[in-house]
């Protein structure tokens, strides 16, 4: 097992490329014949890559966590969530350049499908009163916007008290903030994420207190705001249209992950590396901003498998000419996953490997070539690793180590493997700490840098 020092400053020559197929990692499923969606999916460009490097697997939840994108990101990332996490609205509001003190508290608020019942909607009876969408049927931006700021006039309206110091900012699709100035204390307060309980009573997981599962004045607060969002997000003429479309309405927004403003040093300072973020989700684009991270914007790109995968390809390519490590992430094998749609994941896998890994990997060996073979050459290395796992079976997170592979210089194993959850696990490259593997990543095996 590797087990890293505390990293100094260096100045390497390579290059290296992440890349993260989000809630990619699954357990087999009985519609793939009892396998996953990774052994299943034709990814040439990938398995090759796993066959010349090594394969490993990495513990991303640490002990006391749940398995979130915002945990598992951080620790994929080289930072120990033990340490730097403070919960995953603060880090999605920093993807939106918002001024923050060390006193504020953040929360995500997500637009939700709920079931209403009584023939509100166009569920079925069955799913009266249960969290049925996370995203709220992928609702547009511009949807969630015109939602965003009529809910902050219902609300001002209903609950003024409430609301002083409350400011709330549109992100992208379902995902919003709200920021509390007010100086309300939330430090015992347990929310649920939304995507942890589809088709489970959703007033089972409103706010509550963290110490006596009771509500308190400060969950109460909240509590009241989502009640009120409630009675009056249906009756939108947004939903309305929604759901003559035969669409899923926003009907309910959902306060949850709270937290307050981090202090995380930057990547350069730890790795002595600059580095660039593609993606197209804020809490990604909050934990770059946090690290020191460029964040590259690009076009068609969505959360979706209708996300322009070329693109964000080339975007990577074009990124190595000026950063030292270039992240590509992509959301789409995670909302399908929550969707419970294993031919989408599939579908995006692929998306993947042929318009990313595949590209990607050829650019890398052209440009930077082998130090082991070709004196001189600065040389390569690329991650590929889903940060956690979305189970198409349960839609939801879990926390099963995931796999990785790294591929480039002086990357070599004895074993050849396939880039699976299974050849993944019975690997003996097992990383305990997940957030040791960033240091691996960059200095393990080089022959070119000092050995530690």
Same mark, same amino acid.
């Given at each position: 097992?590797?087990?890293?020092?505390?990293?100094?400053?260096?100045?390497?020559?390579?290059?290296?490329?992440?890349?993260?197929?989000?809630?990619?990692?699954?357990?087999?499923?009985?519609?793939?014949?009892?396998?996953?969606?990774?052994?299943?999916?034709?990814?040439?460009?990938?398995?090759?890559?796993?066959?010349?490097?090594?394969?490993?697997?990495?513990?991303?939840?640490?002990?006391?966590?749940?398995?979130?994108?915002?945990?598992?990101?951080?620790?994929?990332?080289?930072?120990?969530?033990?340490?730097?996490?403070?919960?995953?609205?603060?880090?999605?509001?920093?993807?939106?350049?918002?001024?923050?003190?060390?006193?504020?508290?953040?929360?995500?608020?997500?637009?939700?499908?709920?079931? &209403?019942?009584?023939? =509100?909607? !166009?569920?079925?009876?069955? *799913? @009266? +009163? #249960?969290?049925?969408?996370?995203? %709220?049927?992928?609702?547009?931006?511009?949807?969630?916007?015109?939602?965003?700021?009529?809910?902050?006039?219902?609300?001002?309206?209903?609950?003024?008290?409430?609301?002083?110091?409350?400011?709330?900012?549109?992100?992208?699709?379902?995902?919003?903030?709200?920021?509390?100035?007010?100086?309300?204390?939330?430090?015992?307060?347990?929310?649920?994420?939304?995507?942890?309980?589809?088709?489970?009573?959703?007033?089972?997981?409103?706010?509550?207190?963290?110490?006596?599962?009771?509500?308190?004045?400060?969950?109460?607060?909240?509590?009241?705001?989502?009640?009120?969002?409630?009675?009056? &997000?249906?009756?939108? =003429?947004? !939903?309305?249209?929604?759901? *003559? @479309? +035969? #669409?899923?309405?926003?009907?309910? %927004?959902?306060?949850?992950?709270?937290?307050?403003?981090?202090?995380?040093?930057?990547?350069?300072?730890?790795?002595?590396?600059?580095?660039?973020?593609?993606?197209?989700?804020?809490?990604?684009?909050?934990?770059?901003?946090?690290?020191?991270?460029?964040?590259?914007?690009?076009?068609?790109?969505?959360?979706?498998?209708?996300?322009?995968?070329?693109?964000?390809?080339?975007?990577?390519?074009?990124?190595?000419?000026?950063?030292?490590?270039?992240?590509?992430?992509?959301?789409?094998?995670?909302?399908?996953?929550?969707?419970?749609?294993?031919?989408?994941?599939?579908?995006?896998?692929?998306?993947?490997? =042929?318009?990313?890994?595949?590209?990607?990997? @050829?650019?890398?060996?052209?440009?930077?070539?082998?130090?082991?073979?070709?004196?001189?050459?600065?040389?390569?290395?690329?991650?590929?690793?889903?940060?956690?796992?979305?189970?198409?079976?349960?839609?939801?997170?879990?926390?099963?180590?995931?796999?990785?592979?790294?591929?480039?210089?002086?990357?070599?194993?004895?074993?050849?493997?396939?880039?699976?959850?299974?050849?993944?696990?019975?690997?003996?490259?097992?990383?305990?700490?997940?957030?040791?593997?960033?240091?691996?990543?960059?200095?393990?095996?080089?022959?070119?840098?000092?050995?530690?």
């Amino acid at each position: 097992m590797w087990r890293a020092t505390q990293s100094d400053c260096y100045a390497p020559r390579m290059k290296f490329v992440v890349i993260i197929p989000d809630g990619g990692a699954d357990l087999p499923l009985e519609q793939l014949g009892g396998k996953t969606p990774f052994e299943v999916a034709e990814m040439p460009h990938t398995r090759a890559l796993a066959r010349s490097g090594r394969v490993g697997c990495a513990w991303t939840t640490p002990e006391g966590f749940e398995a979130g994108s915002d945990v598992c990101s951080m620790s994929l990332l080289g930072y120990d969530p033990a340490r730097y996490h403070t919960g995953r609205a603060p880090l999605e509001a920093a993807a939106l350049g918002l001024r923050l003190s060390t006193t504020d508290w953040i929360f995500r608020l997500n637009f939700v499908t709920t079931g &209403l019942g009584e023939g =509100r909607d !166009n569920e079925p009876a069955s *799913a @009266a +009163g #249960k969290m049925l969408d996370h995203s %709220a049927g992928a609702i547009t931006d511009g949807e969630a916007r015109e939602l965003l700021r009529d809910l902050v006039a219902h609300w001002h309206e209903r609950a003024p008290e409430l609301v002083q110091g409350i400011d709330l900012h549109p992100g992208v699709s379902y995902r919003n903030i709200m920021v509390d100035h007010s100086g309300t204390d939330y430090r015992d307060l347990l929310t649920t994420p939304p995507h942890a309980i589809p088709g489970e009573a959703w007033r089972s997981h409103l706010p509550r207190s963290a110490i006596t599962g009771e509500s308190n004045a400060a969950s109460d607060k909240l509590r009241t705001l989502m009640e009120l969002s409630a009675a009056f &997000l249906p009756l939108h =003429r947004v !939903n309305v249209a929604r759901k *003559a @479309a +035969g #669409k899923r309405m926003a009907n309910m %927004a959902w306060l949850w992950g709270q937290g307050t403003k981090p202090s995380v040093p930057s990547f350069q300072e730890r790795y002595g590396l600059r580095g660039a973020m593609i993606t197209s989700v804020d809490l990604l684009r909050g934990i770059a901003a946090y690290i020191g991270w460029e964040r590259i914007e690009v076009p068609g790109l969505t959360s979706y498998h209708d996300t322009d995968y070329a693109a964000q390809g080339r975007a990577t390519i074009d990124a190595l000419s000026h950063y030292d490590v270039v992240c590509c992430h992509v959301e789409a094998p995670d909302e399908a996953s929550h969707q419970g749609d294993w031919k989408t994941k599939v579908a995006s896998l692929e998306a993947i490997d =042929r318009e990313i890994v595949g590209p990607v990997h @050829a650019e890398l060996a052209k440009r930077f070539g082998d130090p082991e073979k070709e004196p001189g050459k600065k040389g390569w290395r690329v991650l590929i690793m889903p940060d956690h796992f979305t189970l198409c079976s349960t839609k939801k997170h879990d926390a099963t180590p995931v796999p990785f592979l790294i591929a480039g210089a002086w990357m070599r194993s004895l074993v050849q493997r396939d880039f699976t959850e299974l050849a993944a696990h019975e690997s003996d490259l097992k990383i305990e700490d997940g957030h040791e593997l960033m240091e691996y990543f960059l200095r393990g095996n080089r022959a070119d840098v000092p050995a530690r």
